[in-house]
């Protein structure tokens, strides 16, 4: 693909913001993105392996159905968490997002569907689980695999994108158009390593689990000391699983050397050596989400590297700036999310580490971030009708 | 060079890319609108639980939200992300357009996406963790949250119908685009229609309770009539004004089916205003098999037609009356810096502008004429048409039956004069109007 082509298929409208900023979104939340997708299957990976132990042992006994659900809930959260990227990524990189979804228009199709009957059969799993101990197990493994092959899914449509210059011979090999959008592309080495990032995700995830419950009387020592090492172990061999395909990956294409590869492979070996020692898990998971962005910054680069180097760079798509939504968008984030965001996750907190039935309203900072948050939204609807109305009347009047 | 930036054609045999999205989206619109008027009927049923210290209501209320979960949630925040992605392989330039105008909108909406998506899983969890204050502050806040997704997408999908007035394309604000005269008739004529499912999907749950307490059972399906009542009558009401808000091609091609869609309205109201009476006045009569078949009427008869006639009405536009379905830009937007591709595209053809035409179907020649013109067909009518002579999506053999290349090329050259308010104005070569009518009379349709 020459550049005069890449430019042309950018949208005519322009971005309605300076390109680098959707960069920066982009790479952040496909971190956060990323991190559920890799806990998501983490745990339902080895809650599959819990079905075979749940019924003898105590530990998994209790832990299981824990882990069941926190795949679970992960899975709705990444699902949302997705849409960001999705956004950002496409307003930036037009012909890479629709020249992919073009081509694989059948496995767009299909991914849909595959994560509803997947997410549907998770719960048959949750359900069945439930209900019998260790019940569910074949069940389980299929919606296991079922959501597996989403993420391959993905990662053909992530592949398909950067390769502009093959993207003619896949849509009209040897001249003669093929609409039938059964195009896929796969890179072996770093769907490896994405995935095999849900091992050490899910190893620090029970770190973090045997701390939060530690100081709850009603789990024994016993559980606490049991799940940590459990997760130590976990996460050590996936460390050293995830560094090995990730040093692969790197060779293959050819950036073993560059600074940000280096920083993350450093970033892995901090991160091995808190999770043996397991002093704080909370803080090794804030260098997990580091060196998540650094992993994110990484896809972002190769890719960057393979537009510009045909000539096609983010920084010069023509900006129309458009200021009233943008104001909305950061107010509603950084207000809103942020107060919201907090309220719910420090209710969870403390209703997590409670036993019995929590009382909020005794809470100070439960209650008032509960009604601040009640009190923008509120705020949010007045000037959004507001502003719709002084919009309408100044056009149609 | 003269290239537009149209993308790789992907098209669906037989029923055509449209409908996949079409499938999709009638799923979506289910799930999305009952997580709405769910998410309000809950705040509506905690208040009542709080104030009147109902206890009896909460095992309901954990009832419902687990359906809501499941339901909503599940097959909602799929889908959501499901219509967009297939939207993009059907119509990339349609969902460019809308991402190019609105994306700090969608960015918005994902914000409360994300409270909504944390929140639901307290709301259901939490019922009997955390004291009744708290949880129904969680309650209002969850169905403030809703509202507001519904606010935000609703500027942009009546963006898509049209802009409403000509601010936008002088301006080319976004705010000008999203807040059309179309915008809030819709958004309460989709309120109405999200109280009334709340409703019906409120019976389904009543009935299925009866076991375990009778009289509970009655009293809610009761009062799952009345909701069900409200919002269809704000449907209706909202119907009027919304039809009266919308351009005139949306009139057009309203009118070619306009009968038999008001008869099957008429009989869709007669039929769920007997079901929403019965609910009030025998309410021991809603058992659970029906309210669950009606649900499924509601999906069968009144949204997939719905949804399709608000489609069809759409043409030959995909989104903001500036971008046809089969990928054209069809007008200039001033605001934007947007210049129409229809001059461009009558003096060199689509095969030249197009940069996914591979380098054999370039030039037309005697050899590669019929290869072109398949080419050129799907490029030009299959967004809107199938081909096939099984075709089932508004298919050409029906509109084209019995007749030869010299009879097509008078439709061609009509819709270059723009003779079919519902149909692209598609001006081509002679050359390129030549290898479609060949292509096609050659199915012998
Ligand atoms: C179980 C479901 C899912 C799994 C397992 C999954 C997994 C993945 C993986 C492994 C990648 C990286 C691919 C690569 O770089 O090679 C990825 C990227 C991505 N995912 Fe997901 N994902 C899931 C659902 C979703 C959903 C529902 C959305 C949208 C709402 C989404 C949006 C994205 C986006 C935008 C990217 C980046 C694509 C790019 O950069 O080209 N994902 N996902």
């Known amino acids: 693909m020459d550049a005069s082509i890449l430019l042309a298929l950018r949208d005519p409208a322009g971005v309605p913001f300076y390109p680098v900023v959707f960069q920066a979104l982009y790479v952040l939340t496909w971190a956060l993105h990323a991190a559920f997708v890799l806990l998501a299957l983490g745990s339902m990976g080895l809650s599959i392996v819990g079905t075979f132990k749940q019924k003898s042992d105590p530990i998994w006994k209790v832990m299981n159905p824990h882990l069941i659900q926190t795949g679970k809930i992960s899975i709705s959260i990444l699902i949302v968490l997705g849409v960001a990227p999705l956004l950002f990524?496409?307003?930036?990189?037009?012909?890479?997002?629709?020249?992919?979804?073009?081509?694989?228009?059948?496995?767009?199709?299909?991914?849909?569907?595959t994560l509803i009957v997947g997410y549907i059969m998770y719960y048959w799993y949750y359900y069945a689980n439930k209900k019998i101990e260790g019940g569910g197990k074949?069940?389980?493994?299929?919606?296991?695999?079922?959501?597996?092959f989403a993420g391959i899914l993905m990662h053909n449509f992530a592949v398909t994108s950067i390769m502009p210059n093959d993207w003619m011979q896949m849509y009209a090999p040897n001249g003669v158009v093929d609409t039938s959008g059964w195009t896929f592309n796969m890179e072996i080495i770093r769907l490896a390593f994405m995935v095999s990032l849900a091992v050490p995700v899910?190893?620090?995830?029970?770190?973090?689990?045997?701390?939060?419950?530690?100081?709850?009387?009603?789990?024994?020592?016993?559980?606490?000391?049991?799940?940590?090492?459990?997760?130590?172990?976990?996460?050590?061999?996936g460390l050293l699983i995830s560094a090995v395909t990730f040093a692969l990956w790197m060779l293959q294409i050819d950036y073993l050397l560059h600074p940000l590869s280096l920083a993350i492979v450093v970033g892995v070996v901090v991160l091995l050596l808190l999770v043996k020692q397991n002093k704080n898990s909370y803080i090794t998971t804030g260098v997990l989400v580091v060196v998540a962005l650094l992993?994110?910054?990484?896809?972002?680069?190769?890719?960057f590297d393979i537009m510009a180097n045909l000539g096609y760079s983010i920084y010069e798509y023509p900006v129309n700036l458009e200021i009233p939504s943008i104001v909305m968008f950061l107010f509603t984030f950084l207000i809103m999310g942020g107060v919201g965001v907090a309220w719910l996750l420090t209710m969870a907190w403390k209703v997590g580490k409670n036993q019995g039935v929590f009382d909020g309203s005794k809470d100070v900072a439960v209650t008032k971030l509960g009604n601040y948050t009640l009190a923008i939204m509120v705020l949010w609807m007045v000037v959004y009708f507001g502003w719709g109305m002084f919009i309408l009347f100044n056009n149609i009047l | 060079m003269d290239i537009i930036g149209q993308f790789p054609l992907f098209y669906f045999p037989e029923y055509g890319s449209a409908w996949m999205m079409g499938v999709t989206g009638t799923i979506h619109i289910l799930a999305s609108h009952t997580s709405v008027g769910a998410a309000m009927l809950f705040a509506f049923l905690a208040y009542k639980a709080y104030k009147e210290n109902r206890t009896d209501l909460y095992p309901y209320m954990k009832k419902y939200g687990?359906?809501?979960?499941?339901?909503?949630?599940?097959?909602?925040?799929?889908?959501?992300?499901?219509?967009?992605?297939?939207?993009?392989?059907?119509s990339p330039r349609g969902i460019s357009a809308l991402i190019h105008n609105f994306v700090w909108v969608w960015a918005t909406e994902w914000v409360f996406f994300v409270y909504e998506v944390i929140g639901v899983f307290l709301l259901v969890y939490f019922i009997d963790k955390i004291d009744k204050k708290t949880h129904l502050k969680l309650t209002f806040s969850f169905a403030l949250a809703s509202v507001g997704t519904l606010a935000l997408i609703i500027g942009i999908i009546s963006f898509m119908m049209w802009p409403g007035t000509e601010a936008y394309y002088a301006t080319g604000s976004a705010s000008d685009a999203f807040f059309g005269t179309n915008t809030f008739p819709h958004m309460f004529?989709?309120?109405?229609?999200?109280?009334?499912?709340?409703?019906?999907?409120?019976?389904?749950?009543?009935?299925?309770?009866?076991?375990?307490?009778?009289?509970l059972s009655n009293e809610l399906t009761k009062k799952m009539g009345y909701i069900s009542m409200l919002g269809g009558f704000l449907v209706l009401f909202f119907f009027m004004w919304y039809m009266g808000?919308?351009?005139?091609?949306?009139?057009?091609?309203?009118?070619?089916?306009?009968?038999?869609?008001?008869?099957?309205?008429?009989?869709?109201?007669?039929?769920?205003?007997?079901?929403?009476?019965?609910?009030?006045?025998?309410?021991?009569?809603?058992?659970?098999?029906?309210?669950?078949?009606?649900?499924?009427?509601?999906?069968?008869?009144?949204?997939?037609?719905g949804e399709k006639l608000r489609e069809s009405m759409r043409k030959p536009y995909v989104a903001?009356?500036?971008?046809?379905?089969?990928?054209?830009?069809?007008r200039d937007v001033a605001g934007k810096g947007i210049k129409s591709e229809l001059p461009i595209i009558a003096k060199k053809g689509l095969l030249q502008v197009n940069p996914f035409v591979p380098q054999n179907l370039k030039v037309i020649t005697p050899e590669n004429k019929l290869a072109a013109g398949e080419l050129l067909t799907k490029m030009s009518c299959s967004n809107c048409h199938s081909l096939e002579k099984t075709g089932k999506y508004r298919p050409l053999k029906d509109r084209l039956v019995g007749m030869d290349k010299d009879g097509i090329k008078g439709i061609l050259y009509a819709m270059g004069q723009g003779a079919f308010p519902y149909m692209p104005t598609l001006e081509l070569p002679e050359d390129e109007y030549d290898a479609i009518a060949e292509y096609i009379a050659s199915l012998k349709y």
């Open chain 1, 202 to 237: 899910v190893g620090i995830f029970l770190q973090n689990y045997s701390r939060f419950l530690s100081t709850r009387a009603d789990f024994s020592k016993e559980f606490v000391d049991y799940t940590a090492s459990l997760g130590t172990k976990l996460g050590v061999v």
């Open chain 1, 295 to 303: 992993i994110s910054a990484m896809r972002e680069l190769i890719r």
């Open chain 2, 189 to 215: 004529l989709r309120i109405g229609f999200m109280i009334m499912l709340s409703g019906v999907i409120g019976l389904l749950i009543s009935s299925a309770m009866r076991k375990e307490n009778l009289e």
């Open chain 1, 89 to 113: 990524t496409q307003v930036i990189y037009d012909p890479n997002w629709y020249v992919a979804n073009t081509l694989s228009g059948m496995w767009v199709f299909i991914f849909i569907y």
């Open chain 2, 66 to 90: 687990m359906f809501l979960l499941i339901f909503s949630y599940v097959i909602g925040s799929i889908t959501g992300p499901g219509i967009w992605y297939t939207a993009t392989a059907a």
């Open chain 2, 320 to 330: 903001g009356q500036y971008i046809y379905s089969n990928q054209i830009i069809s």
């Open chain 1, 138 to 148: 074949l069940i389980g493994i299929i919606s296991f695999a079922i959501l597996v």
């Open chain 2, 245 to 305: 808000t919308l351009p005139d091609n949306a009139h057009a091609v309203f009118n070619v089916t306009k009968a038999d869609v008001i008869q099957s309205r008429i009989i869709l109201t007669i039929v769920f205003s007997l079901y929403f009476l019965l609910a009030v006045v025998k309410p021991q009569y809603i058992k659970t098999p029906l309210a669950g078949a009606m649900i499924f009427v509601i999906l069968i008869a009144g949204i997939w037609p």
